[in-house]
């Protein structure tokens, strides 16, 4: 399956090891595909190095250390209502991606069937087996 992680799952995954969201990227990373955007990975950069500065090396590690797909930009019928995350919903669903994992109230107010638009705690009850 193909998933793109939104920037703030990626950045509560890197302040939060423990947490829901650094669970998704474990299991995307282990048993699907990541896939990101430019916008994704400038959003990080940015957040981060306004936010958390000290954590730009470790974002950077992460990013070089993972195996993704990046998805280029797109074009959909489908507006939302923050065009800072139209180029995000644009490139996923140009580049066919099955999920988008997010915490962004602007995709989860979205009535559409693909790509899915899940919470992290929704993908971790949708495809996460108990142990």
């Known amino acids: ?3 793109l992680l939104d920037t703030n799952i990626i950045i509560s995954a890197l302040l939060l090891r ?7 990227v474990e ?6 595909r990541l896939v990101l955007t430019d916008w994704v990975i400038a959003e990080l950069r940015e ?9 730009l090396p470790a974002l950077e590690t992460f990013l ?6 990046l998805a280029g930009p797109g074009d959909t019928a489908v507006a939302i209502s923050d065009p800072d995350d139209q180029p995000i919903l ?3 669903t140009a ?16 009535d559409i069937e693909t790509p899915r638009i899940l919470t992290a705690r929704a993908f971790v009850e ?4 108990p142990t």
Do not use: N
């Not at 299991?27 to 699907?32: E, G, K, M, N």
């Not at 070089?64 to 797909?69: L, Q, V």
């Not at 580049?95 to 979205?110: N, Q």
């Open 1 to 3: 399956m193909r998933v």
């Open 18 to 24: 423990s947490s829901t969201p650094s669970t998704v």
């Open 27 to 32: 299991v995307v990373l282990q048993d699907h």
């Open 47 to 55: 957040v981060v190095g306004r936010k958390r500065s000290d954590l």
């Open 64 to 69: 070089s250390s993972i195996d993704y797909e």
């Open 90 to 92: 644009d490139a996923a």
């Open 95 to 110: 580049s066919a991606v099955d999920v988008i994992v997010t915490g962004d109230k602007h995709f989860l107010a979205l």
């Open 126 to 129: 949708a495809y996460v087996q």
